[in-house]
């Protein structure tokens, strides 16, 4: 996948490896890298590789922020709440942290139930 | 009965019992006595337990790092003071800690090392005490100090006296910053508070499989968070070296490591009111190491950069300092002319040799490590600029690529920068520009020193063109041959003198070498301050 020449915004697309790009010097097969339209070879790290992708905040989507348990759920599939309506107690590090809705909306999908423990990011309600 | 046990008893009935004019040899039976319990540590049992995991026992390590017969122990007979559950009747000798002074490389040190025979290493107030004393003598004397840790963390039988005992511990390491070098070294599992420490100190030293850091254990986040991960996985030695850039030093086995230590202490002054000892000079292996040979002059290929800090530096001798971390930037040590200098240099070999959130870290660190210790900087620069990515700008690419800097502006050691090939951008400013206050830059003649690189800046400054062209692939590449005839070369620099000379390679050693006599003596007026604010 090379990067044309003309792109000017610098996106993780542009940096990725590609086998086409890769060449050969002695024995060492080497990757390349992007930079303001140049293409570098040389080697990428497992950190660089691994490096989270970037993905836009859903307002649908209400994630875990921090991993716990949850403590109470205090809606439904299908009910509607208000904004300022309380959702769920998530309890991490001997807090108990209450999730609140934003706007009004209604609910599709309840993913945890009480006394589940999730990890960080963890999607917990999707709304309609 | 119990070791532990037994010697309470009989030293409570001997309180009682004491003979008050023993003759003198019987009195030094006695000390002998003593002495051979406290150097049991914690029994033949824990020590087994201890050699099964590949380990040494805290005072072969002591023994073993120290040269030969250097090594005079303090505060043998120091007693834990946990009065609270049951802690009163336990005999816990040396209180798990052996402190005491010694001689590396013939020079003097002060040395802790925590026993984990002896209630896991577990640091309680009067553990923390010894080695509190031992740093304090190691200030006064103005010598390195040594921490070898393995240690469960805080006794927590002793509740706050344990805590406080860090918080000596802590200020300590910061008063010290700075002034004395300060070694940690890992051996065991270390948590909570115990890594703490390490990480206040200068260099930490790791050895696979036997080091483990982390400030909570894989037990609490399984409780607390449901995430099951082994030791080795969270916190081992590899982690910590490749990952995280707590440590510096990796090693395979507990004597390789010691070597390190060894090694590592050859290069660094023993305060900072010294330089390091100079060494006989000796040329580099250029036969191994030639220019020629391992520089293409081509700026989209790769090279080690080691080999060419090896084919400038005294015997090609390189001590790299975090190998294994942020490999894009190269840090270490080697000696110019028999004096010790720190290298820094980019990387082309991994991600282009760019700086990014963890490589500004590790080389603003050192900077600031080889500022405060009168050790040279000797900069080789070839970098295509920051590197771009959400991930980056996200992590904080601005605040921590500004340590760099930071550093840079603010060292007032010699510092010599040799640029190579490129240097774009930020990245020029960054990597000791003259701007920043470099004494000396050189510049070999397939250096390109520019805003950007020609193929971004052509796109740029000629888009119009470009667009307009019939064939605009052709225009382009017309206008990026352009811009490099005119701006990718090191002339544009120098004719504003923002490059003092452009060198052969070949001249590099013998430049440097001249430039860091001359300034051996430099002395910058600093403003008045009680410190700055650099971006952390």
């Given at each position: 996948?090379?990067?044309?020449?003309?792109?000017?915004?610098?996106?993780?697309?542009?940096?990725?490896?590609?086998?086409?790009?890769?060449?050969?010097?002695?024995?060492?097969?080497?990757?390349?890298?992007?930079?303001?339209?140049?293409?570098?070879?040389?080697?990428?790290?497992?950190?660089?590789?691994?490096?989270?992708v970037y993905q836009p905040a859903d307002p649908k989507k209400v994630l875990s922020f921090i991993p716990g348990t949850i403590k109470k759920i205090y809606t439904a599939k299908g009910k509607k709440v208000k904004a300022g309506d309380k959702l769920i107690d998530l309890e991490a590090m001997k807090m108990v942290n209450t999730i609140f809705?934003?706007?009004?909306?209604?609910?599709?999908?309840?993913?945890?139930?009480?006394?589940?423990?999730?990890?960080?990011?963890?999607?917990?309600?999707?709304?309609? | 009965m119990p070791v532990h046990e037994e010697f309470a008893r009989a030293r409570k009935h001997e309180l009682f019992t004491n003979k008050r004019f023993m003759s003198l040899s019987s009195k030094s039976s006695d000390l002998k006595r003593r002495m051979q319990e406290a150097l049991r540590g914690g029994g033949d049992k824990a020590i087994q337990?201890?050699?099964?995991?590949?380990?040494?026992?805290?005072?072969?390590?002591?023994?073993?790092?120290?040269?030969?017969?250097?090594?005079?122990?303090?505060?043998?007979?120091?007693?834990?003071?946990?009065?609270?559950?049951?802690?009163?009747?336990?005999?816990?000798?040396?209180?798990?800690?052996?402190?005491?002074?010694?001689?590396?490389?013939?020079?003097?040190?002060?040395?802790?090392?925590?026993?984990?025979?002896?209630?896991?290493?577990?640091?309680?107030?009067?553990?923390?005490?010894?080695?509190?004393?031992?740093?304090?003598?190691?200030?006064?004397?103005?010598?390195?100090?040594?921490?070898?840790?393995?240690?469960?963390?805080?006794?927590?039988?002793?509740?706050?006296?344990?805590?406080?005992?860090?918080?000596?511990?802590?200020?300590?390491?910061?008063?010290?910053?700075?002034?004395?070098?300060?070694?940690?070294?890992?051996?065991?599992?270390?948590?909570?508070?115990?890594?703490?420490?390490?990480?206040?100190?200068?260099?930490?030293?790791?050895?696979?499989?036997?080091?483990?850091?982390?400030?909570?254990?894989?037990?609490?986040?399984?409780?607390?968070?449901?995430?099951?991960?082994?030791?080795?996985?969270?916190?081992?030695?590899?982690?910590?070296?490749?990952?995280?850039?707590?440590?510096?030093?990796?090693?395979?086995?507990?004597?390789?490591?010691?070597?390190?230590?060894?090694?590592?202490?050859?290069?660094?002054?023993?305060?900072?009111?010294?330089?390091?000892?100079?060494?006989?000079?000796?040329?580099?292996?250029?036969?191994?190491?030639?220019?020629?040979?391992?520089?293409?002059?081509?700026?989209?290929?790769?090279?080690?950069?080691?080999?060419?800090?090896?084919?400038?530096?005294?015997?090609?001798?390189?001590?790299?300092?975090?190998?294994?971390?942020?490999?894009?930037?190269?840090?270490?040590?080697?000696?110019?002319n028999g004096y010790t200098v720190g290298f820094v240099a980019n990387q082309p070999l991994v991600l282009a040799g760019v700086l990014d959130v963890d490589s500004s870290d590790k080389a603003a660190r050192f900077i600031r490590y080889c500022d405060a210790f009168n050790i040279p900087l000797v900069t080789l620069v070839d970098l295509p600029?920051?590197?771009?990515?959400?991930?980056?700008?996200?992590?904080?690419?601005?605040?921590?690529?500004?340590?760099?800097?930071?550093?840079?502006?603010?060292?007032?050691?010699?510092?010599?920068?040799?640029?190579?090939?490129?240097?774009?951008?930020?990245?020029?400013?960054?990597?000791?520009?003259?701007?920043?206050?470099?004494?000396?830059?050189?510049?070999?003649?397939?250096?390109?020193?520019?805003?950007?690189?020609?193929?971004?800046?052509?796109?740029?400054?000629?888009?119009?063109?470009?667009?307009?062209?019939?064939?605009?692939?052709?225009?382009?590449?017309?206008?990026?041959?352009?811009?490099?005839?005119?701006?990718?070369?090191?002339?544009?620099?120098?004719?504003?003198?923002?490059?003092?000379?452009?060198?052969?390679?070949?001249?590099?050693?013998?430049?440097?070498?001249?430039?860091?006599?001359?300034?051996?003596?430099?002395?910058?007026?600093?403003?008045?301050?009680?410190?700055?604010?650099?971006?952390?």
């Amino acid at each position: 996948m090379p990067t044309s020449d003309n792109s000017k915004s610098l996106n993780l697309k542009d940096i990725k490896p590609s086998e086409e790009n890769t060449e050969t010097n002695g024995t060492e097969v080497f990757q390349t890298l992007v930079i303001e339209d140049i293409k570098y070879k040389t080697r990428l790290t497992k950190k660089f590789l691994n490096r989270k992708v970037y993905q836009p905040a859903d307002p649908k989507k209400v994630l875990s922020f921090i991993p716990g348990t949850i403590k109470k759920i205090y809606t439904a599939k299908g009910k509607k709440v208000k904004a300022g309506d309380k959702l769920i107690d998530l309890e991490a590090m001997k807090m108990v942290n209450t999730i609140f809705a934003e706007e009004n909306q209604s609910i599709a999908e309840i993913y945890v139930k009480e006394g589940d423990m999730v990890p960080k990011n963890q999607l917990l309600i999707l709304f309609k | 009965m119990p070791v532990h046990e037994e010697f309470a008893r009989a030293r409570k009935h001997e309180l009682f019992t004491n003979k008050r004019f023993m003759s003198l040899s019987s009195k030094s039976s006695d000390l002998k006595r003593r002495m051979q319990e406290a150097l049991r540590g914690g029994g033949d049992k824990a020590i087994q337990k201890q050699k099964a995991t590949g380990k040494l026992t805290a005072r072969e390590r002591i023994i073993a790092l120290l040269d030969a017969k250097s090594f005079h122990e303090y505060d043998l007979f120091v007693e834990h003071a946990g009065r609270d559950f049951e802690m009163s009747d336990k005999y816990l000798p040396g209180d798990g800690v052996i402190t005491g002074t010694g001689t590396i490389n013939n020079y003097p040190v002060c040395i802790f090392a925590q026993d984990f025979t002896v209630a896991g290493g577990s640091l309680g107030y009067m553990h923390a005490k010894k080695i509190t004393k031992i740093m304090d003598h190691a200030m006064k004397l103005k010598i390195p100090l040594i921490g070898i840790n393995d240690s469960g963390g805080a006794r927590i039988q002793e509740g706050v006296n344990s805590l406080a005992g860090y918080g000596e511990i802590f200020f300590r390491n910061t008063q010290a910053s700075g002034v004395i070098p300060q070694i940690s070294v890992i051996l065991g599992p270390c948590a909570g508070g115990a890594v703490y420490s390490p990480a206040l100190t200068d260099f930490v030293f790791v050895v696979d499989k036997i080091s483990k850091m982390f400030i909570t254990g894989p037990e609490v986040i399984k409780t607390v968070l449901g995430e099951e991960i082994s030791m080795e996985e969270l916190g081992g030695a590899r982690v910590q070296a490749e990952t995280t850039g707590n440590v510096h030093f990796f090693a395979e086995s507990e004597m390789e490591c010691f070597e390190q230590i060894k090694k590592l202490m050859s290069y660094i002054p023993w305060n900072n009111q010294k330089k390091a000892e100079p060494f006989p000079k000796k040329p580099p292996r250029v036969r191994q190491y030639s220019l020629e040979k391992v520089f293409p002059t081509n700026p989209r290929q790769p090279y080690d950069v080691k080999d060419v800090i090896r084919g400038i530096c005294d015997d090609s001798d390189f001590l790299e300092v975090q190998d294994l971390f942020a490999q894009n930037i190269v840090i270490g040590f080697g000696r110019m002319n028999g004096y010790t200098v720190g290298f820094v240099a980019n990387q082309p070999l991994v991600l282009a040799g760019v700086l990014d959130v963890d490589s500004s870290d590790k080389a603003a660190r050192f900077i600031r490590y080889c500022d405060a210790f009168n050790i040279p900087l000797v900069t080789l620069v070839d970098l295509p600029g920051y590197l771009p990515g959400v991930d980056q700008e996200h992590a904080g690419v601005i605040r921590h690529g500004a340590k760099v800097l930071y550093a840079y502006s603010e060292a007032t050691v010699p510092k010599i920068t040799v640029i190579t090939r490129k240097a774009y951008g930020g990245g020029y400013i960054a990597m000791c520009s003259s701007h920043l206050r470099a004494d000396f830059v050189f510049a070999w003649p397939t250096a390109e020193i520019a805003v950007m690189g020609p193929e971004g800046a052509a796109n740029i400054i000629f888009r119009k063109e470009i667009v307009e062209a019939e064939n605009p692939d052709e225009m382009r590449k017309a206008k990026i041959k352009e811009y490099k005839e005119k701006f990718a070369n090191p002339f544009v620099a120098a004719a504003y003198g923002y490059v003092d000379a452009v060198i052969s390679p070949e001249e590099t050693r013998d430049m440097v070498i001249h430039a860091l006599a001359i300034s051996a003596d430099k002395k910058v007026d600093v403003p008045l301050k009680k410190h700055g604010i650099p971006p952390f």
